[in-house]
């Protein structure tokens, strides 16, 4: 253990880039408290019971509004994203919306694209014996098929990759900066397009511009503000829990043999590999109104950081939390978030991963760590190895 290591993990230190299986320094996190007051005086939520409680309040926000304000501008048109933004009968409005266009049968109807386009990925590089899986594999196969689904060219990926990294892990201030507004006048472009023709198209985007909300159309800025979010949402989140699934495989070849020798357990693997790495960590919320949760007194006006990360390593609910068991007879996880927020694209996500995993599986089996390289574990807001190096028999 290195002198600057914390020996007891707290909700403000644990998630240090660099560690391996950090999972187990999130399980610790239970020793103490369900709530803690961190030290810029906001309070975690740690406990899935307390999560779970917090995340179903109306009297819990998603933000404030001054951070609405602010974020908004870094991240949007200056106006809220929709629907992550909103709460209420007008978080509800667009929920109803957009729901039944991710609902499971929808997705479970794209797995032989997934197939299709994941083979084509991996003929890259199968002969090879060696690749850096990230950049190969785990974000292209998401992100093209999401293109696919919003309508827009596969041309743009690498101009959408470039936005959605600006607005996440942007390289420097000036990408940062320039990321927003270039996506807006990149998408107000697109939509004057579409308008243009007899019909705006039968993918996402096209399905949002002849949408109607309580008989009304949504407006070009409502079609904006989700587009702007799903953006962000479906380039990185499923690339990032791909790299931690497959890095922690490549690390545990005898788990990774059974999900070889029976594919159909791929499902419950994705769930608990889900649960273990919860790679969107937490969410922030913000109190308007005075309660108690887990002992502690929440007043209004006060941040509240939920946890995803610690509540699905929380021992009351999961027995032995760090062993990762794909058997497990239960597995009520909440990585795709609880309450009204919880995440649009979960089944969208899941055919992905469980299809990712079973090619991969069945094109380079033997795929390790390459021991000359170094993976890339960024363990902070969005969990990532980037880069993932492996070495595998060629094919
Ligand atoms: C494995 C991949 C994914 C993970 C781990 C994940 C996780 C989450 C989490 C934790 C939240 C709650 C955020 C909060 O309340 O602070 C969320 C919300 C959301 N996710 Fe996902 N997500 C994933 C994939 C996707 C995909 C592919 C889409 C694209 C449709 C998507 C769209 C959304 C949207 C729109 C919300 C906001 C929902 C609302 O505010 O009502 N997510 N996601």
Known sequence: ???????????????????????????????????????????????????????????????????V?????????????????LDGDEHTKYRRLLDPLFAPAKMRALESDI???????????????????FGAFCEPLPSQIFLRLLGLPASDLDFLLWFKNGIIRPDDEEHRAAASPKLIEYLYAELDRRAALDHPGDDLIGGFMTAEVDGHGLTREDVIDITFLLIM???????????????WLARNPEQRQRLIDDPELTPAAVEELMRVMTPVVGGGRHAVGDFVIGGVE?????ALGVSWAAANMDPTIFEDPTRVDFDRASNPHIAFASGFHRCLGSHL????????????????????????????YNNTAIRTVDPLPLRFTPR
């Open 1 to 67: 253990m290195s002198a600057d290591e914390p020996t007891t993990p707290t909700p403000d230190t644990v998630y240090r880039a660099g560690v391996v299986d950090v999972f187990r320094d999130v399980a610790r996190l239970h020793e103490g408290p369900p709530v803690v007051r961190r030290a810029d005086g906001g309070a975690a939520v740690l406990t899935m019971d307390a999560v779970r409680a917090v995340t179903k309040r109306r009297d819990v926000h998603s933000m404030d509004p001054v951070s």
């Open 233 to 247: 949402a479906g380039l990185d989140t499923v690339a990032a829990s791909l790299s931690c699934m497959i890095d």
């Open 69 to 85: 304000e602010m974020i908004s501008q870094v991240m949007g048109a200056g106006r809220p994203l929709i629907p992550l933004m």
């Open 298 to 302: 929440i007043h209004a006006g006060d």
């Open 115 to 133: 197939a299709e386009l994941a083979h084509a990925l991996i003929d890259d590089f199968a002969a090879s014996g060696e690749v850096e899986l």
């Open 349 to 376: 996500a899941r055919v992905e991963l469980w299809t990712a995993l079973n090619v991969l599986h069945d094109r380079i089996p033997d795929y390790r760590i390459d021991p000359d390289a170094i993976p890339g």
